[in-house]
């Protein structure tokens, strides 16, 4: 778990030190508070990835050169420094130069937001980066390989948009792309193969129907990502755009035999979102070897009373919740017991 949350600078919040409680951390108020950002906070601290930023900058307060980020979780103190030069990570006050190390003694984290419907709903990239998630998460080759590849691909790209497919240099990056990418196809279906029947378990449990749920990657290369190369070459020189690789791959999900993206109802929707982040933290949990933190981006109060109760009784009972809302009609529904900050203008209270 992590029990304490140290910010400087981040987002809306200016300064604000806070501990936060092994079992459920509820926190409530209006939204354009902050809140969201605390969850944000923790993904950050933890995973040195942010669900909702792109940039260092979009994390930087407004008016200040840099952030700061501290907490002790897993009994080790952690910190996260953000500025126009990148992070500065250091753990228990030493610095810690590769990001690879740090990773290793920080957490493992389950994100659940409303946004989550986008996995069913939208197109393969939300799709992809759920995978590339779970799997960064708990696979050092696999974080390897994908850092390399998306390197490679923004490389690749820039020179499309000047050069031909069969010039010298894209050929290099080709190359890489080939290298990296195979590796990273063949663990994301080892992944699929996991996470399909804990995806298809939570699916039912919580429909209470017996709907059967496929989960399938699809290799657009079909396992020759050099031969499709060899045949987009041509399309490739046309758009200035790489167009093979498993960031073109997808991720098929279908409810009795048909598409959940196009025939799905909306409560068989919404049940896929919640199986799916729940089979992640199943999986985590299982290759991590450790209990994923849970942050809850405002989510309960979306769901209807069938799918929150089962959401929330299908939780693990041992794992630290932090959660965001509204509102708090709905835990004092279910009688628990809770420890609750109020959120207010980038202040907790």
Known sequence: MISSLRLVNFRCFEQESLSLSEAWQVFVGENAQGKTSLLEAVCLLLRLQSPRARQTRQLVREGAGGFGLAGEAWGRD??????????????????????????????????????????????????????????????????????????????????????????????????????????????REELCEQLGPLVEGHQAGISGAGEVLEMRYVDRSRGDLEALFAEVANSETRRGLTLAGPHRDELKLTVAGRSAKLFASEG???????????????????????????????????????????????????????????????????????????VKAGRVI
């Open 78 to 187: 952690l910190q996260v420094r953000g500025d126009s030069g990148g992070l500065t990570l250091k753990v228990d006050g030493g610095e810690v130069m590769a990001r690879r190390d740090y990773l290793e003694e920080s957490g493992l984290v389950v994100w659940m937001g409303n946004e989550d419907l986008d996995l069913v709903r939208g197109g393969g990239e939300s799709r992809r980066r759920y995978l590339d998630f779970i799997a960064t998460q708990v696979d050092q080759e696999y974080r390897h390989h994908w850092s390399r590849y998306r390197q490679a691909l923004k490389a690749r790209n820039r020179y499309l948009k000047t050069l031909s497919a069969e010039d010298s240099v894209v050929q290099a990056y080709t190359k890489m792309l080939i290298e990296h990418g195979s590796v990273m196809i063949r663990l």
């Open 268 to 342: 068989q929707q919404r049940t896929l979102a919640l199986s799916l982040k729940l089979a992640q933290g199943e999986l985590l949990r299982k290759l991590g070897r450790r209990e994923p933190i849970y942050l809850i981006d405002d989510v309960f109060g979306e769901l209807d009373l069938r799918r929150r109760n089962a959401l929330m009784g299908r939780l693990p009972a041992e794992a630290q919740k932090l959660v965001t809302t509204t509102n708090l009609d709905w835990f004092e529904q279910a009688g628990m017991a809770l420890k609750v900050s109020e």
